[in-house]
């Protein structure tokens, strides 16, 4: 299975007085997408950016706004984030009631959704409604903050997941690691099965988001050489 991987930079290590210079910069530099960090105080104990920050960032950017909702009940705020021009909408298994339907609302609202698990939790509870996704997001970090370190047993889940995408034919399915990725661990996160690699401090504490963005894809293209 010819695999492609993308680089994801999370913007929540933005420099937040220039946001919309730093979405320009990641993409001058080769990002494929932007990485868009939602939290509520509830789900997660900090709060970071919203709906709002979102339509202006839509406004200066070509690349896929990939949201990832870290908040409770986010069906209420599907068709606002959709509206305000998500191209991927990620909701967490342990914030949602009905994960389904939540997910079916993500669809109807022209997105393309994902389920995405945190590091305690049973992959099987995003796997269980595979059939309904576009992408499975694993958690390598508490969600929360950025700048921690990537947890070794994701890389596990990583193969878990993509093993079982792969029996069951949901090649289209991709599979997206965030937290704690830095040049370092591209590879093994792409090994393990990754595909959409998250990076936030990574990325935005490099002198040259150009360099650091080659230097991952160097190290990507030799996963990229060996699955294909
Ligand atoms: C963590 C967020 C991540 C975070 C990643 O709660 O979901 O997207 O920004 O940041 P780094 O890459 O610094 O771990
Ligand atoms: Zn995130």
Redesign the pocket.
């Known amino acids: 299975m010819k695999r492609h991987c993308k680089i994801a930079p ?1 913007i ?2 933005a420099d937040f007085t220039r946001l919309g210079e730093e979405v320009k910069a990641v993409e001058a530099a080769g990002a494929d997408m932007i ?1 868009f ?1 939602v939290m509520d105080g509830h789900f ?1 104990p900090n709060i970071s950016i919203g709906i709002p920050v979102l339509e202006s960032l839509r406004k200066v950017t070509r690349l896929p706004l990939d949201v ?1 909702l ?1 908040i409770e009940h986010p069906e209420r705020f599907i068709e606002a984030f959709a509206k305000a021009g998500a191209d991927l909408i990620s909701v967490h298994v342990e914030a949602c009631s009905d994960i389904e339907a939540t997910l079916r609302l993500i669809r109807r609202c022209g997105v393309r959704a994902s389920a995405a698990v945190n590091p305690e939790t049973d992959a099987r509870r995003a796997l269980q409604v595979a059939d309904q996704l576009d992408m499975i997001l694993v ?1 390598s ?1 508490h ?6 370190a990537f947890i070794p047993e994701s890389l596990d889940k990583l193969r878990l997941v993509r093993n079982e995408l792969d029996q069951r034919g949901l090649h289209h399915v991709d599979l997206e690691v ?4 830095k040049v370092d661990n591209v590879a093994a996160a792409a090994a393990a099965g990754a595909n959409i690699l ?5 990325i935005f504490a490099a002198q040259s988001y150009a360099e650091v963005i080659a230097q991952m894809r160097q190290r990507l293209a030799a996963v990229e050489l060996l699955t294909n």
Request: glycine residues 28%.
């Open positions: 999370s929540l290590s990485h960090d997660v990832h870290m958690m970090v969600p929360g903050f950025g700048g921690q965030d937290g704690g990725i998250v990076s936030g401090s990574g």
